[in-house]
Structures are given as C-alpha cells and as structure tokens.
DNA sequence: ATCCATTTGTGCGTATGTATG
DNA sequence: CCATACATACGCACAAATGGA
C-alpha cells in the first residue's frame, strides 16, 4: 500500500520545496536514484513522472542533462487596468508597457479568421450556434516565449459595420476605443477564469512543459445595447498572474502611493 | 520518432473531445486496447496516463471498474459580488446564497491558527516575515465535496482591536462588514490570481483527481490607513469559474435584464 | 462469509532508440 | 565516434479493489 515510487517522489518533493533543491538545479541521475532506493528503473521513472506532472521538475535529454527543479518566471496581467469603459485606452499599447514595466521585451502576431461559432462563444456572444464571426486571433509573447493566445470574437454584422475588425493587423487606437468611436460605448464587461490543463493545440502553441495548467478567461464585453465582443484569453499558467485592483482605486493609490506594488 | 502511446492516446482524446466518448462513458478496458493495437501493457498504461494528466480520465480500480470519461460540473464564485466595499454583506452569508442559487448544497468547516508569516503573504500583509498573526482558515464544500480552501490572515494588531476575529467560529455578519463597523472601512482590494499543479496538502484537503489543476486566489484588502487582511483561496480548478463583472454594473442590469446569466 | 473473476496498481528486468556534448 | 542520460517499448509477476456467485 506504501508505494515506493511515492516515496521517492515525496522524499524528492520535500528537497524542492524545502529549498535544499534550488530551481536550476539538477537531481540525482536516474541511475543515482536507483542505486539509492535500490529499486528498478521504472520505478525510478514513475517517481520523477509525478514531480514532471506537478510542474516541479524538467527532463532534459542529451549528455549534460538530466532532470531538473523548474524555474519559475511571473508576468503580471491587470485585468482591470486594460481596456477599462472609462479610460479608454489601447488594448496592445496597454499590454506592451505592462510587459515593459516588468522588465520583459513584449512583441505579438495577429492572424484573423472567419470562424463558426461553437457553443460557448455562441451563446455568450448573444449569435446561433454554427453562425459566421470575425476571429481576431493574437499570440503574445515575452522575451520570444510565446506567453498568451487571444482570441476575440465579433459579431459579424458589427464587423460589415466597422470593417477596420476585417484588417488583419493590428488596430493602432485598440478596438475598444476604435468601437467607441463608431457609436458602440463599451460600458461593462464580465471576466470568467479557470484553470485547466492545456489541450494538445495549447502544448503547441505555448511550448507548454509538462505538468503546466493554463488560465482560460473569457471575456464578455458590454455596450448599453449588445454584446460587441468575446475575448478568450489562454495563459500558461506557470508564467503568468491575473490581477484585479477593485474599489476606490484613486484613494488606494492617493493614500497607498504606487501600492498595490509588484509582488514576487 | 512517433510514439505508440502518442498515438493511442491521441486517439482516444479524439475521440472524447469530438463527443464519441461522452462523460462518464468507458474506455476500452487496458486488455482490449492491448489487444486493439498489438502493443504491451506498459504502453497501453503510459497513453492513459497522458489523458489522466490532461484531466480528461479517471482511473477506477475493481471488477466493473475501468477507465472512464471525466464529468466536470462547475460551481461560479463571483469574485467582484462578494463582499463589495460599498454593497457590505455578509462573507458566509453571501456565498451561501450564491452556491444555493446555482441548486447545490454548500457547507463549510472553520479552523482558526496563529502562525508565523511566511514570505508571499508577510510581503502583502506589510508585516516582517515570521511574524505572528491570525489565520482563520475556512473549507467550503458543496453536497459534501470540498472545493475550496480559504485562508485569511489578519494582522495581531488588528485582532487584538477587534477581539471576534480571535473566536474559532464564524463571524455572522461576516469580517468585512465587523470591521467595518469598528472603523476599518475597506475601500479596495487586490486580487491576484494563478494556476497551479496541487501540493499534497490540497490534493488530500480538497480530494482532488490527477490532472486536476488549482486556481490559488490572493486578496488584499485595504482601508483608507492600512492592510487589513490577506486571503488566500486555494480551487479545485476542474469544479469552478472565477466570474468578475466590472464597469457599469447597474447600467449592465438595467439594460440586459439579469444578464451576465449562467452559463454552462 | 467465501471464493472467484475482472480490472487497475505497482514493481522488476531487459532491450533499443534518441539527443547532446 | 563515443559516452551520458533520458525516451520508449516489451514481457512478466503479483497486489489491491470491487462485485457477483
């Protein structure tokens, strides 16, 4: 009932998070390990297989390599900052100082599509299921590290009425704003996030290790008469963090200075 | 350079993302795959563990065991709803009602601890690390399944003001509004949000699957003068959405009825 | 209450392939 | 070209959980 691969995995686990094993660092081989336990080589595997499944540990192939305690980088998204109804201002733009403020060199592609509908989008975007939409798909990445996919949906007729959403690049003044100005006032949006593990498309997309969850947020933006977009926003989620900042903003940043500050 | 247990896997995902394989249905048992594709156990095992990982099987042992199809119900948490600086309402209170609402059974379990601060939450609570200060830890579940950890840490300073956040039993008109009414207005927070693998600690306190992500969910909340608590909420990733609803809400209600709804 | 059949869980030994320095 | 270290696959054995006869 033990099971000695747990064992060696929990025995592993506790050396990383205890911080004996610091990340960068590589663990015994596998041949160590086995000398050690004195167990076979799969056993020695299924252990490691539980550390690469919770995100803790790397394998590397090759000569010099070997397994080793993953590293972690942290990129703040403020969520409630970006494209906020009433300060207008460039989604991209926002993103790309966001990113520089953090230190990290920020770049994207754009690629646009028309898609059907599936049954999430739909129903959230207020069309049928299998109705055309304009698919504005931008893969974000930091340092060259693709970091984020985002996916915005529009409604068709919306898109024949501001055809800017047809180009297939980026919108200098953002879309909200570029929406604002043809009459459609983004006045509210609702955010829905949660955690997942990637799908094979993702694995690809955002050169997931194993082991990596994802964020999955959706966004359902608001004018005063319709629905105008949904954003599907895919992070990995080893590398990123979600921020929301709510109340009186103005006060906690009068009375607090530059506080909420960036955390490790 | 293929991968055999790639390959079955893959076929298999296929074949429950494309809905062949519905929820709760079962896999081939590991014989018939074995069979199937003229392969070894070893190999059959190693493509379901993909799939097990990704969060998409479940393994049960015994005679009508098998390999099934996980179903995943989601339980929303509107995380911009509760406890509003200006809308006060009770914390318990209000989750409560919003668990009902959605037509489960919730119930919940109250620890209280003092600890000694670790870095992340000493850094956010703006005490030194080490330090002592209040922990009431909160389990909620929902028809007697957990699904959340909540941990808010309080200040010892605070607590000795504010005698009840000492008492190990739920405070009835829940903490925001009980400091409020002692003078510690909270008028903002800062919600940090991320994705995870789950420790040991969460897979045993929130009975969690493999391939089961967590969402870790750090609030800071603030008054006009200081930091008044930190909470840390740790979901079961595969059984709830995070929901926030920001800009002119009421505009949002007026015009659009009870909209944003549920959504499946 | 016992025993049996089914199905997954754990572990061993071995062989060969692949990536890297 | 070789040595190192992980990747993949085969075959075997026994244990543990569960449900039915």
Same mark, same amino acid.
């Given at each position: 009932?033990?099971?000695?691969?747990?064992?060696?995995?929990?025995?592993?686990?506790?050396?990383?998070?205890?911080?004996?094993?610091?990340?960068?660092?590589?663990?015994?081989?596998?041949?160590?390990?086995?000398?050690?336990?004195?167990?076979?080589?799969?056993?020695?595997?299924?252990?490691?297989?539980?550390?690469?499944?919770?995100?803790?540990?790397?394998?590397?192939?090759?000569?010099?390599?070997?397994?080793?305690?993953?590293?972690?980088?942290?990129?703040?998204?403020?969520?409630?900052?970006?494209?906020?109804?009433?300060?207008?201002?460039?989604?991209?733009?926002?993103?790309?100082?966001?990113?520089?403020?953090?230190?990290?060199?920020?770049?994207?592609?754009?690629?646009? &599509?028309?898609?059907?509908? =599936?049954?999430?989008?739909?129903? /959230? #975007?207020? %069309?049928?299921?299998? !109705?055309?939409?304009? @698919? *504005?798909?931008?893969?974000?990445?930091?340092?060259?590290?693709?970091?984020?996919?985002?996916?915005?949906?529009?409604?068709?007729?919306?898109?024949?009425?501001?055809?800017?959403?047809?180009?297939?690049?980026?919108?200098?003044?953002?879309?909200?704003?570029?929406?604002?100005?043809?009459?459609?006032?983004?006045?509210?949006?609702?955010?829905?996030?949660?955690? &997942?593990?990637?799908?094979? =498309?993702?694995?690809?997309?955002? /050169? #997931?290790? %194993?082991?990596?969850? !994802?964020?999955?947020? @959706? *966004?359902?933006?608001?004018?005063?008469?319709?629905?105008?977009?949904?954003?599907?926003?895919?992070?990995?989620?080893?590398?990123?963090?979600?921020?929301?900042?709510?109340?009186?903003?103005?006060?906690?940043?009068?009375?607090?200075?530059?506080?909420?500050?960036?955390?490790?």
């Amino acid at each position: 009932m033990s099971g000695l691969a747990r064992g060696i995995a929990a025995q592993l686990r506790d050396q990383i998070t205890s911080g004996q094993l610091r990340p960068g660092a590589k663990l015994p081989t596998e041949d160590q390990l086995i000398a050690q336990h004195g167990v076979s080589r799969n056993t020695v595997r299924g252990a490691v297989a539980h550390l690469v499944n919770e995100g803790l540990v790397r394998r590397v192939v090759g000569r010099d390599g070997g397994m080793v305690v993953r590293e972690r980088v942290t990129l703040t998204y403020h969520a409630s900052r970006a494209e906020q109804p009433d300060g207008l201002r460039s989604e991209s733009d926002g993103y790309f100082t966001e990113v520089r403020d953090q230190g990290f060199e920020p770049s994207q592609t754009f690629e646009l &599509r028309l898609v059907m509908l =599936e049954t999430a989008i739909a129903d /959230r #975007l207020e %069309q049928e299921e299998g !109705v055309t939409a304009v @698919l *504005r798909r931008c893969v974000r990445s930091v340092n060259h590290e693709p970091t984020s996919i985002q996916d915005s949906y529009y409604p068709m007729d919306l898109a024949e009425q501001v055809r800017e959403l047809m180009s297939p690049a980026d919108i200098p003044q953002g879309t909200t704003r570029l929406l604002a100005e043809r009459g459609h006032l983004q006045i509210a949006f609702t955010d829905e996030l949660e955690a &997942r593990m990637p799908t094979p =498309e993702d694995v690809a997309l955002l /050169r #997931l290790g %194993q082991g990596t969850p !994802v964020i999955r947020y @959706l *966004r359902t933006a608001f004018t005063r008469e319709r629905v105008v977009r949904v954003t599907v926003t895919t992070f990995a989620g080893d590398r990123n963090r979600v921020v929301y900042t709510l109340g009186d903003v103005a006060a906690l940043e009068r009375e607090h200075g530059r506080r909420p500050k960036q955390h490790p």
